[in-house]
């Protein structure tokens, strides 16, 4: 199993910038991808960012050049960072895990994180 520990979330006006973390933590395994969704009432949870192991990304065509993913393979962390916020990025943000468990299998394993609520007041 891995566990995924989010914080940052907060309320902000609009423009402003904000830096959400993920921790994952586990027995033992092996990343593929970590990234963050977002989801609104209502709505399909969609893709934000995504970072391989390698730190490749790939982002949602309505954050890009807004939003930076990095990551900490030491610490098994990744970061989201959110500058320009607009009121339409408001939402609960996921972080998600993809990868194997354990590290020397190939069982493959996706994990979600809890939610973290990040509203943009305009």
């Known amino acids: 199993q891995v566990q995924l520990v989010e914080s940052g979330g907060v309320l902000v006006q609009t423009g402003g910038s904000l830096r959400l973390s993920c921790a994952a933590s586990?027995?033992?395994?092996?990343?593929?991808?970590m990234g963050w969704y977002r989801q609104t009432p209502g709505n399909q949870r969609e893709l934000v960012a995504t970072i391989t192991s390698g730190a490749r990304t790939n982002y949602a065509e309505a954050v890009k050049g807004r939003f930076t993913i990095t990551r900490d393979n030491a610490k098994n962390t990744v970061y989201l960072q959110m500058d320009s916020l607009k009121p339409e990025d408001t939402a609960v943000y996921y972080c998600?895990?993809?990868?194997?468990?354990?590290?020397?299998?190939?069982?493959?394993?996706?994990?979600w994180g809890q939610g973290t609520q990040v509203t943009v007041s305009s």
């Open positions: 998600k895990f993809s990868g194997y468990v354990p590290a020397w299998s190939m069982t493959l394993l996706e994990s």
């Open positions: 586990g027995r033992s395994f092996r990343v593929i991808f």
